[in-house]
């Protein structure tokens, strides 16, 4: 019965945290901000985390503005990857589902030192 009882949070908050691999460290706390391929032309950033599928040269000018950059998709090496290093913005990169798990507005942590996301309060 303890063994279930340490199983069960875990599976309740598994929509409270992400991981990836680190592509830039460091931590920022900050709102997030979902930005897909179609709506870079129409979108400000203003201390926001950048979240996304994968980024392109088009997203240069939101991560410059961002706090920090979460991607979906890619490696250490994608565009994300070594423009946030650039930057020197903490990247996340290859989180699989943060664009589905996270939403516009989220206040998050970016633990871009351990590789780990996670929504605060």
Do not use: W
Request: hydrophobic letters at 40%; proline letters at 3%; glycine letters at 10%.
């Amino acid at each position: 019965a303890e063994m279930y009882s340490d199983i069960v949070p875990i599976i309740e908050k598994k929509d409270d945290f992400l991981s990836g691999q680190v592509a830039s460290s460091g931590k920022v706390h900050g709102k997030v901000k979902i930005v897909s391929k179609s709506e870079i032309e129409n979108t400000e950033i203003n201390d926001e985390i950048l979240v996304c599928e994968m980024t392109t040269p088009e997203y240069f000018v939101l991560m410059q503005k961002s706090l920090g950059i979460i991607t979906d998709f890619g490696g250490i090496l994608s565009h994300a990857g070594i423009v946030a290093r650039e930057l020197g913005k903490p990247c996340i990169v290859g989180t699989e589902n943060a664009t589905k798990i996270l939403k516009t507005g989220d206040f998050i942590e970016l633990d871009a030192d351990n590789g780990v996301v996670r929504k605060l309060p």
